[in-house]
């Protein structure tokens, strides 16, 4: 099923699996749509998701703060804000819930 991730048409308990591949950092409410997706699974399913977040793109925010405060004497955010996957995953999906980052320096 290919849809938007702010309404999830599933049923509940009605899927093994959802997977999700850097689509939720695009999403104006995550923790709605993780709710969803924990809807949607039945009681042993899986949900397999990739998301950006954390620090991502922090020099690119911080390089364009500050051109955009130079040249207009202000800022408004170029760049989506990024969730805490770890403590977002935990609160929807609870003790199960395995959570890796990848950091680059």
Known sequence: VLRD???IPLAPSSVDLVVSCLGLHWVNDVPGALAQIRRALKPDGLFLGAMLGGQTLQELRISCSLAQQ??????????SPMAQVGELSSRCFGK?????AIRHL
């Not at 199960?96 to 890796?100: A, G, V």
Request: hydrophobic fraction near 30%; charged fraction near 35%; charge should be negative.
């Open 70 to 79: 130079e040249r207009e004497g202000g800022i408004s955010p170029f760049v």
């Open 96 to 100: 199960f819930t395995i959570c890796d």
């Open 5 to 7: 991730e702010e309404q």
